[in-house]
């Protein structure tokens, strides 16, 4: 999952990262079912790799993430249980079977729409990730959009974000010099495309009850980040 899946899927429009200057990270993300909990571990500790233990990982927050650091104690591993917590909740559910090697387009753009105060890297993902694929009916090689609006339609914060983001990033198209007008003329008919089938979705009674309330209560989890202690370098 992260930008790494979506770097995976978009080997059509790769030569975007170096146009829009996007800088490469060097961690990897990974989801997986919470009952391969303690496989994933003996997984990533057989690889090399150092179990990272944190109070903020405690309780519920750790129940659906592990993170796990290379022997110099440099970042390098998150593995999500079945959840993504982070501004909003994306669940896996029955979705980790429907694409390989990563999770489906769907929730790729959605993990990074999901973000609140996204950064520049995000938003050039999920850039990349619209102009390389379609918005569809079905998950297999597009966007699916069914899936992304029904999502949406059982939470208002989420809608919110989601939403907020989509009209950010079409609004700021012109401001990418790596982008030529092909480019960006996709991407926006594709928003347009998303955030259409986003709105006419049905929406649910919980839904419609947050939305009276509007953005007067906060919408979102603030998420702190998890602050990994540098672990001595071995001898």
């Given at each position: 999952?992260?930008?790494?899946?979506?770097?995976?899927?978009?080997?059509?429009?790769?030569?975007?990262?170096?146009?829009?200057?996007?800088?490469?990270?060097?961690?990897?993300?990974?989801?997986?079912?919470?009952?391969?909990?303690?496989?994933?571990?003996?997984?990533?500790?057989?690889?090399?790799?150092?179990?990272?233990?944190?109070?903020?990982?405690?309780?519920?927050?750790?129940?659906?993430?592990?993170?796990?650091?290379?022997?110099?104690?440099?970042?390098?591993?998150?593995?999500?249980?079945?959840?993504?917590?982070?501004?909003?909740?994306?669940?896996?559910?029955?979705?980790?079977?429907?694409?390989?090697?990563?999770?489906?387009?769907?929730?790729?753009?959605?993990?990074?729409?999901?973000?609140?105060?996204?950064?520049?890297?995000?938003?050039?993902?999920?850039?990349?990730?619209?102009?390389?694929?379609?918005?569809?009916?079905?998950?297999?090689?597009?966007?699916?959009?069914?899936?992304?609006?029904?999502?949406?339609?059982?939470?208002?914060?989420?809608?919110?974000?989601?939403?907020?983001?989509?009209?950010?990033?079409?609004?700021?198209?012109?401001?990418?010099?790596?982008?030529?007008?092909?480019?960006?003329?996709?991407?926006?008919?594709?928003i347009d495309m998303l955030r259409r089938r986003i709105d006419e979705a049905p929406?649910?009674?919980?839904?419609?009850?947050?939305?009276?309330?509007?953005?007067?209560?906060?919408?979102?989890?603030?998420?702190?980040?998890?602050?990994?202690?540098?672990?001595?370098?071995?001898?």
């Amino acid at each position: 999952m992260g930008g790494s899946a979506i770097r995976m899927h978009c080997p059509n429009h790769s030569y975007l990262y170096e146009k829009l200057k996007r800088r490469p990270k060097h961690d990897m993300d990974f989801v997986t079912y919470e009952k391969f909990r303690m496989a994933s571990r003996k997984l990533f500790v057989e690889l090399g790799f150092v179990p990272f233990v944190s109070l903020m990982l405690s309780g519920e927050k750790g129940k659906y993430r592990q993170i796990f650091n290379d022997k110099e104690g440099n970042e390098a591993v998150d593995v999500f249980l079945g959840k993504l917590q982070m501004c909003h909740v994306i669940d896996f559910k029955g979705r980790l079977e429907v694409d390989a090697p990563t999770v489906p387009l769907a929730e790729l753009l959605l993990q990074k729409l999901q973000i609140v105060e996204v950064d520049e890297k995000d938003i050039q993902d999920s850039l990349i990730l619209l102009r390389e694929h379609e918005i569809g009916n079905a998950d297999h090689d597009q966007v699916n959009g069914d899936f992304v609006a029904s999502t949406l339609a059982k939470d208002w914060g989420f809608n919110l974000t989601v939403t907020k983001n989509l009209s950010m990033m079409q609004n700021r198209l012109k401001d990418y010099p790596g982008l030529e007008q092909e480019d960006r003329e996709v991407i926006a008919k594709r928003i347009d495309m998303l955030r259409r089938r986003i709105d006419e979705a049905p929406k649910s009674t919980s839904w419609k009850m947050r939305a009276k309330l509007g953005e007067s209560v906060r919408w979102y989890t603030v998420v702190d980040k998890v602050q990994r202690q540098t672990l001595p370098a071995p001898p």
